[in-house]
């Protein structure tokens, strides 16, 4: 594969973009996990019988460090399915044009993947962008770009190789 880290330097997404990018991610993780317990509880209730109320109520009155765990989890399972399956991108960086993509350019394989997400689980990681970059960036050799004039960029040093090639 062809290393455009040079490319990646230069188009990669500033601070308040990534910013917006959590924002929007953790809100929408957020209504994707209430509503996925929602729905678990509902059809619990449904098939034992039990009162949905009860049941509700119970599961809210969870340990507070289990809960952040349990939650922890299904948010960095949510995000790591988002990006992979579509190829880099969460709700937020579709809304933001941004894209992750290895320090070489290329599209993550399924690991760096698994690793970049599950690695928010880490207390504080949010806070790991106050300095150069991010830890989920880091530990996963990974980076978010600008979309669209990444893309160009690739494209423009694509046709001038291409360029050279039919010259021989």
């Given at each position: 594969m062809k290393n455009n880290a040079r490319i990646v330097d230069r188009h990669q997404a500033e601070k308040l973009l990534r910013f917006i990018n959590f924002l929007i991610d953790y809100v929408f993780a957020y209504?994707?996990?209430?509503?996925?317990f929602s729905a678990i509880i509902i059809v619990y209730s449904?098939?034992?019988?039990?009162?949905?109320?009860?049941?509700a109520q119970a599961f809210g009155e969870v340990n507070p460090f289990v809960?952040?765990?349990i939650t922890a989890f299904f948010y960095a399972l949510l995000m790591y399915l988002t990006e992979y399956?579509?190829?880099?991108r969460s709700l937020g960086k579709f809304i933001t044009g941004t894209l992750v993509?290895?320090?070489?350019g290329n599209?993550?394989?399924?690991?760096?993947?698994?690793?970049?997400?599950?690695s928010r689980i880490v207390p504080f990681d949010a806070l790991s962008f106050l300095g150069s970059r991010g830890w989920h960036d880091s530990w996963s050799d990974t980076k978010v770009v600008k979309r669209k004039s990444?893309?160009?960029a690739v494209e423009r040093e694509n046709s001038i190789e291409d360029i050279g090639k039919i010259a021989l």
């Open positions: 209504l994707v996990i209430v509503f996925l449904f098939l034992t019988g039990q009162d949905y109320a009860e049941k809960d952040r765990i399956l579509t190829k880099g993509v290895n320090e070489n599209l993550p394989n399924s690991n760096d993947f698994l690793k970049r997400n599950f990444y893309l160009e």
